[in-house]
């Protein structure tokens, strides 16, 4: 098992103004760090849920995920911005420096935060909930980790973004 390191997350914050939704991580996964964007990993069905949802092409480009997201007024980031890590696991984060989500709340109307899995909640709900006195919607993670969701299933639950 690789050892656990203090990392900085690497990945600019994707809104624009016309934002009305924000989706949160909890921190990108080595793969991701790679690619320099979010849900980088080929098995991650973020992108495939979000294109069936909003019923467009899947993106694969940088650009056209970015084009994508702000198209369908979607705000994406994650809830940590420092933190020591084990590789891409989740359980073995430690030490967690939140992100400053007010970058993203004081430029857009964001209507609904929703959280992508039981790790970005429980962080939200350690580091974040209390600075902006908001609540987040937990939906299931669409990790490949999260084997006991098919992609139907996390479609059925997320369609929730788009009401």
Known sequence: MSKQERVRHPIAPVY?????????GSFPSVKSRETMF??????????KVLSAIFEEQLPVSIEEKKAFLLRNHVAVWDVIGKCDIKGSSDASIENVQANDL?????HCDIRQIYVNGRTAQKMYDRYIKDQIHRDCICLPSTSPANAAWSLEKLIGVWKQIKE
């Open 102 to 106: 007010t970058l993203i709340l004081d």
């Open 16 to 24: 624009d103004k016309d934002s009305k939704i924000l989706i949160l």
């Open 38 to 47: 979010f849900y980088g990993h080929p098995q991650n069905r973020f992108w």
